[in-house]
């Protein structure tokens, strides 16, 4: 049955309405998103002298220290995953959530016991109505993470992952992530945080260096390689989890700046859709009155002219 002109009316009202809301969430969006993609490339630099210095003490030296070689015995991992505290990012969460799960069943298809942490209220929910156990979950701050976050995260992990596997210790960390790669384009991505994946960069580094003519590094650690290695360890992987949080933030945003930003036209073309209904509803309206005027005064002549 076709609407009548005033359910018209008053749907436009309510399109046009709730388009003016996903308009001011698209702008403040947009806003925030050159906040967060600066400060998630400010920190790639510190990042990669951090890799460097990693990768140095465990290239140079001969020690066999867990967080840098692979595990003997692997047993159980852990799988940290970011998603959003909010809703209206498009398909963000949903796939982080969906890598964080393949990554899950690929781990226990290798036999591995997999510990869930979860970042965001979203992946929380998610898992949660699903039944599936959390170790620890974090929420409130993905849209604006802070580094005392990424440092609460980053030592509850590497609690886990220093305590005996007989004691229910951990023998791999993984992140799920969303990194920005642009403005249109954010991509889920898995990375093991423990052990540390960065030997193969301070080879990479010593080769240039010799490719240039130059001589190579000599490298003395002071009080020992252990030492170093241990004081490294934390600022690795806070700096790793901050990193993570901060594209994770600018990500979110991205997303929610596209879905807003296709909520709004499409609202726009709603609004056009009804506002042509509601003028051929009208125009219907007023060619019935016409016709009515019409077949009136017809009935009245004829009325007239048999008296």
Do not use: C
């Amino acid at each position: 049955m076709p609407a009548s002109l005033r359910e018209l009316r008053q749907r436009r009202k309510s399109v046009a309405t709730t388009q003016k809301i996903t308009r001011a969430m698209e702008l403040i969006a947009a806003s925030r998103i050159v906040k967060a993609d600066r400060a998630a490339r400010a920190a790639l630099p510190f990042t990669s002298v951090l890799n460097r210095a990693v990768a140095a003490v465990a290239q140079h030296s001969d020690i066999d220290h867990p967080l840098v070689g692979e595990p003997k015995h692997r047993r159980r991992a852990a799988v940290v995953m970011f998603t959003s505290d909010r809703g209206l990012a498009g398909g963000y969460s949903t796939n982080a959530i969906k890598t964080a799960l393949r990554l899950r069943e690929k781990l226990q298809g290798e036999g591995l016991e997999v510990v869930m942490y979860v970042v965001g209220r979203k992946g929380a929910d998610y898992l949660g109505f699903r039944q599936v156990q959390m170790e620890q979950t974090w929420t409130g701050f993905t849209d604006a993470p802070t580094y005392e976050k990424a440092a609460e995260i980053s030592d509850a992990l590497l609690e886990r992952f220093v305590q005996d596997s007989d004691e229910g210790g951990v023998d791999e960390i993984y992140a799920v992530y969303t990194r920005m790669v642009s403005m249109l384009t954010q991509s889920p991505r898995v990375r093991r945080l423990l052990p540390i994946e960065v030997i193969e960069e301070g080879k990479d580094v010593d080769k240039a260096i010799e490719a240039e003519g130059d001589t190579p590094l000599l490298y003395t650690f002071e009080p020992d390689p252990e030492t170093v290695l241990d004081q490294l360890l934390g600022l690795y992987l806070r700096n790793r989890v901050w990193f993570y949080l901060l594209e994770a933030a600018a990500s979110e945003l991205a997303s929610r700046q596209k879905a807003m930003k296709s909520a709004t036209d499409n609202a726009q073309q709603l609004i056009e859709k009804l506002t042509t209904q509601a003028n051929q509803a009208r125009q219907a309206q007023i060619t019935q009155e016409i016709s009515e005027i019409v077949g009136g005064a017809g009935a009245l002549a004829e009325a007239n002219a048999d008296e």
